[in-house]
């Protein structure tokens, strides 16, 4: 497909993970991209992997890539209620310099 | 920290009317872009800028937009005639280093643009 998809909506109760899913358009993508918006702020970079990497852990963040299926998911552990708020994947498509953003999931998180 | 700053944080413009979108980078950085994001939809690139000319635009920046580094710390988003359907939130950003080398962009709070 043409779009960066990901699931609008994910609930979860404080402390359980989170895990956010994305996938992505072009498999030549050298760089794949997590962001965090808050309300009424602007987009945060969060962390993000080149594509020759499978995994990449950063505190309580964890980013799996899946190649083959063009597949990126975002696994927050231990969920705070600070940590509602919308994730967006992105992409840079290979020989291309613009960043393509999926419409981001909306994660709550509840005590 | 160093961050982006954007200005006003809310404009109101009726239809047909030009509007000016004003950010200030951080200082060192090199590249600079706007992307758009109209209410509940994804973000969108538009045009990325680098040396005083753009290096990228998206199919979206048309001959109704421009952008311009005026002096060495403003970098704006000009919208000649604006339709209803500009109305979005305009977010701008910059980098050390253009996105192929994966630097970090730093994106600003946007200047959510109301076209009544």
């Known amino acids: 497909g043409e779009d960066v998809e990901q699931s609008l909506f994910l609930s979860v109760r404080e402390g359980d993970s989170s895990v956010i899913n994305c996938t992505y358009t072009?498999?030549?993508?050298?760089?794949l991209y997590w962001y965090k918006q808050e309300p009424g702020a602007g987009l945060q970079l969060l962390t993000y992997?080149?594509?020759?990497?499978d995994m990449k852990q950063d505190q309580r963040l964890t980013v799996l890539l899946n190649k083959k299926d063009k597949h990126l998911s975002l696994r927050i552990a231990d969920t705070q209620t600070g940590d509602s708020a919308i994730y967006f994947c992105?992409?840079?498509?290979?020989?291309?310099?613009?960043?393509?953003f999926g419409a981001g999931t909306r994660l709550t998180v509840k005590p | 920290e160093p961050e982006v700053t954007q200005t006003p944080s809310h404009q109101v413009t009726q239809m047909g009317q030009e509007v000016i979108l004003r950010c200030v980078p951080i200082?060192?950085?090199?590249?600079f872009y706007w992307y758009r994001q109209i209410l509940g939809q994804k973000v969108e690139f538009l045009v990325s800028f680098y040396n005083n000319e753009i290096s990228e635009k998206s199919e979206i920046f048309d001959d109704q937009f421009s952008v311009e580094r005026p002096d060495g710390s403003n970098f704006t988003l000009k919208i000649r005639s604006t339709k209803l359907e500009d109305s979005a939130m305009y977010f701008c950003?910059?980098?050390?280093?253009?996105?192929?080398?994966?630097?970090?962009?730093?994106f600003g709070p946007g200047t959510r643009l109301t076209v009544t």
């Open positions: 950003a910059s980098s050390e280093m253009g996105l192929a080398a994966a630097y970090e962009q730093y």
């Open positions: 992105a992409e840079i498509p290979h020989n291309n310099n613009d960043m393509r």
């Open positions: 200082s060192n950085h090199l590249y």
């Open positions: 072009d498999s030549s993508s050298t760089y």
């Open positions: 992997i080149f594509s020759n990497m």
